[in-house]
C-alpha cells in the first residue's frame, strides 16, 4: 500500500516515454502534408523562397512534425542563407540527436561557409552512427572535398573610391 503512489507515477512516466517515442515517427497531419508537396515541388522548381513559404506554412500547421525543418534548411541553402539553414538543421537535431539528414545538412551548410574544421566533426559523427557507405557519409564527404564555394562579386565590393577633382 505504501508504495502505490511511487508505482502510479512510475507507471505514468513510462507511458510518457513509450507514447513520445511512438511519435517521432507519426506522419505529418493533411493540410501540412499537403504544405510540403507543395515546397518540395517549388525546391525542385528551382524556387526556393517559394518552398521556404510553403514549408514555413506547413511549420504552422504540424509545429511538431521535425523533418519540416530539414526541408527548410535544404531550401534556405538553395536560397544561400547558410546560416539560417544550419539553424533549421540544428533545430532538427536538438528534437531528434542523431537524425543523419539533419547532421549531413548541416556539414554541407557549414562547408558553404567555409567551416570546414566543423563539417569533419560532422562527417566524424556521420561515420560513428552509420559508417562510410551510408547516402549522408558519403554526400558530406564530397562536400567536404569540393569545398566552400566562391563568394560572389557584388557591385558593392567594388566600388571606387570616391574622389572628386576639378578639371
Known amino acids: 500500500m505504501r508504495f502505490a503512489p511511487a508505482a502510479a507515477a512510475l507507471s505514468l512516466a513510462l507511458v510518457m516515454t513509450a507514447s513520445v517515442g511512438v511519435a517521432e515517427d507519426r506522419e505529418a497531419s493533411p493540410r501540412a502534408a499537403m504544405l510540403i508537396a507543395e515546397g518540395k515541388g517549388a525546391l525542385?522548381?528551382?524556387?526556393?523562397?517559394?518552398?521556404i513559404?510553403?514549408?514555413e506554412a506547413a511549420l504552422v500547421v504540424d509545429p511538431a512534425y521535425?523533418?519540416?525543418?530539414?526541408?527548410?534548411g535544404e531550401a534556405a541553402r538553395r536560397e544561400g542563407l547558410?546560416?539560417?539553414?544550419?539553424?533549421?538543421?540544428?533545430?532538427?537535431l536538438m528534437r531528434d540527436p542523431e537524425n543523419l539528414a539533419a547532421i549531413s545538412g548541416e556539414g554541407e551548410a557549414l562547408v558553404e561557409k567555409g567551416?570546414?574544421?566543423k563539417a569533419r566533426?560532422?562527417?566524424?559523427?556521420?561515420?560513428?552512427l552509420c559508417g562510410s557507405g551510408c547516402t549522408e557519409t558519403r554526400t558530406l564527404a564530397a562536400a567536404i572535398?569540393?569545398?566552400p564555394q566562391p563568394q560572389v562579386l557584388r557591385a558593392e565590393a567594388v566600388m571606387p573610391d570616391a574622389q572628386v577633382t576639378q578639371n
Open 145 to 147: 572535398a569540393r569545398g
Open 115 to 117: 567551416a570546414i574544421a
Open 121 to 128: 566533426t560532422n562527417l566524424d559523427r556521420l561515420e560513428s
Open 53 to 55: 513559404d510553403a514549408f
Open 66 to 72: 521535425t523533418p519540416l525543418f530539414i526541408q527548410l
Open 82 to 92: 547558410q546560416g539560417k539553414a544550419i539553424a533549421y538543421y540544428r533545430e532538427a
Open 44 to 51: 525542385e522548381a528551382g524556387q526556393p523562397q517559394k518552398a
